[in-house]
């Protein structure tokens, strides 16, 4: 039988070896590429610690808040500052309240409200009138919250 020989051009005769030597040196990056991020450290894996740092903020918000609303409600009091301190307020309305505040030996009667603060008048400081009125209970509290006067 003779034998016959298959012509060998480029691309012509053999196109699976000619796609092969194209995308060669592609295969061969992508494989490099491979090992090396096989061989990089992996991070570390552990605990994070944003979840906790947001704890503490909402944590240290709600302090705040409580805090503000302990001192709008008149629960928490005030520091007094120099020779001026608030003995008693009476709400009046929303934005209107009586103010008796003490300064040096004088107790002041102030009307506060929304377009500002006026005197109402001057009296002496009285120490056993302060001295006489008991301690406010849970109740009085809880209806000076609730908008009750008690």
């Known amino acids: 039988m003779p034998r016959t020989t298959i012509a060998r051009a480029p691309g012509l005769a053999f196109p699976a070896l000619a796609l092969a030597r194209r995308i060669a040196p592609a295969v061969l990056l992508l494989a490099q590429a491979v090992a090396h991020a096989q061989a990089a450290p992996k991070p570390v894996e552990g605990p994070s610690f944003t979840p906790m740092v947001l704890a503490l903020v909402f944590v240290l918000g709600l302090m705040a808040a409580a805090v503000w ?10 520091t007094a500052t120099g020779h001026l301190k608030i003995v008693s307020q009476l709400a009046l ?28 008048g001057t009296m002496p400081r009285a120490e056993s009138a302060a001295a006489e009125a008991p301690p406010a209970s849970f109740g009085a509290l809880l209806g000076r919250l609730r908008g009750g006067s008690q």
């Open 69 to 78: 609303i302990l001192r709008r409600a008149g629960l928490a009091p005030r």
């Open 93 to 120: 309305g929303p934005r209107e309240r009586v103010v008796i505040v003490e300064a040096g030996d004088r107790w002041l009667l102030l009307g506060v409200g929304a377009g500002g603060i006026s005197r109402l």
